[in-house]
C-alpha cells in the first residue's frame, strides 16, 4: 500500500513536470529570431552591395544582425536541451501509469 501511495505522488509530480512545455517556447523564438535574422542580413548585403562605402547605420545593423544570430543558435540548444528533459519525464510518466493499471 506504501509503494502504490508514493508511485502516485510521483505521478502526481510528473503530470506537474510533464504539463509545461518550455521547449516549444524556445523553439519559437528561435525560429522567429531567425527569420528576423536572415531579413537584416539581407538588408546589410544589399546595404554592401549598393554602396561604395557602407552608411554610418550599416554597422548598428551588421552587430544586431550578429547577436540575432548567436541568441537565436542559443535559444535552439535550450529548446534541445529541454525537449531532451521532457521526453525523459514523459517517458516515466508513461511507466508510473502502466505499473499503477492506469494504462494497458
Known sequence: MHERTAMEQELSALAVAASK???????????????????????????LWDSRLPPMFFWP?????????????????EGRACLRREVQVEARLRQVRAALGIDP
Do not use: I, P, T
Request: contains cysteine; proline residues 0%.
Open 21 to 47: 512545455r518550455k521547449s516549444a517556447d524556445l523553439f519559437l523564438r528561435a525560429a522567429v529570431e531567425g527569420l528576423c535574422w536572415a531579413l537584416l542580413a539581407g538588408v546589410c548585403g544589399k546595404l
Open 61 to 77: 545593423l551588421a552587430v544586431l544582425d550578429l547577436l540575432l544570430l548567436c541568441d537565436a543558435a542559443r535559444r535552439y540548444r
